[in-house]
């Protein structure tokens, strides 16, 4: 008799501390505690070469552009309350903000669209003048307190003409944020589309340039074939090479990293991506409403499993 009393007191404690808990959850959904939130910008470049299938999701081939989407969403879904998303992109040499930083809490929705719906058709220009896009991303946010995320394979064109390289000594370390590297390093092709975003195969060494044709030549006179200082001063032959390949462009992206005083990492997971964008150097510490409701559900679920027991 004895023992079936004490099993019964055993059952009526955890039928009250389940109350009791149920009861806690409603009167304290939150708690204050101390936490990181973010005010982040992020530029995606949107050129031809983020459309080049160099990651996976699902065992399934995608773009680097669908990656950094699909990177992005998750982001958003991890980011505390009362941290802050804007969105550009870059095309060309220039970088344009779609919306200024808002909530991810509140504006969850309209982050979400907005980033599914980024699409390399929305390039005003074919050329990829990397610096001169992560500049003006730079100018754009620099009397702002968001830190910029610039997001891109690094891959200029046409390439880089080393006479005229972008000066950054004027804004560097008065920015915070990072270059993220998109990309795989083993060169690959890029698809190509015709007007009606259909694939129509990809692109070969005669659908792009290989060496620019802006201004003086970076090479010696004496090795160039066909050189003429006033008709060809690039040759007169047409140049060969690589670039209808693509590949990330590390070495040069860290190179523009050191310049600008941003840091630098490469995009390889999601779950990497989130952890290197909250980062402390990027977030603000505040008083945050943080969630205890799944703490007093699952201890008054617990509670009550045990009176079965």
């Known amino acids: 008799m004895n023992i079936r009393l004490l099993l019964k007191d055993y059952r009526v404690w955890c039928l009250s501390l389940a109350l009791l808990a149920m009861l806690a959850l409603f009167a304290f959904p939150t708690r204050k505690q101390d936490g990181a939130v973010y005010n982040l910008t992020f530029v995606v470049d949107i050129t031809r070469s983020m459309n080049a299938e160099d990651y996976r999701i699902n065992d399934q081939p995608v773009s680097r552009l669908a990656f950094v989407k699909h990177s992005l969403r998750e982001l958003v879904g991890q980011l505390p309350c009362q941290s802050k998303v804007g969105l550009g992109v870059f095309t060309e040499r220039r970088s344009t903000l779609l919306f200024e930083p808002i909530e991810v809490c509140s504006g969850y929705a309209e982050l979400a669209n907005s980033i599914e719906h980024l699409d390399w058709r929305m390039a005003w220009a074919a050329d990829s003048r990397i610096a001169g896009g992560l500049l003006n991303a730079m100018q754009l946010l620099l009397d702002r307190e968001s830190a910029l995320v610039f997001v891109t394979d690094g891959q200029e064109a046409p390439p880089l003409n080393s006479r005229y390289r972008t000066d950054f000594s004027a804004l560097k370390g008065k920015l915070k944020g990072l270059i993220i590297g998109a990309g795989g390093l083993q060169a690959v092709a890029i698809p190509k589309f015709d007007q009606n975003g259909k694939r129509i195969g990809v692109y070969g060494p005669d659908d792009v340039p290989h060496r620019s044709s802006f201004g003086e030549s970076d090479l ?3 090795k160039i074939e066909g050189y003429d200082a006033r008709n060809a001063p690039f040759g007169k ?30 995009l390889q997971t999601a779950d990497e991506f989130a952890t290197t964008i909250q980062n402390p150097e990027f977030g603000q510490v505040f008083e945050l409403n943080r969630d205890t409701r799944a703490f007093y559900a699952l201890l008054a679920l617990s509670l009550l499993l045990l009176t079965l027991v």
Do not use: F
């Not at 670039?243 to 005083?261: K, N, R, V, W």
């Open 237 to 266: 032959h047409a140049a060969v090479g690589t670039e209808h390949l693509s590949a990330l462009q590390e070495g040069y992206l860290q190179q523009l990293a050191a310049e600008t005083g941003l840091a630098y990492s490469r």
């Open 220 to 222: 010696n006179p004496e």
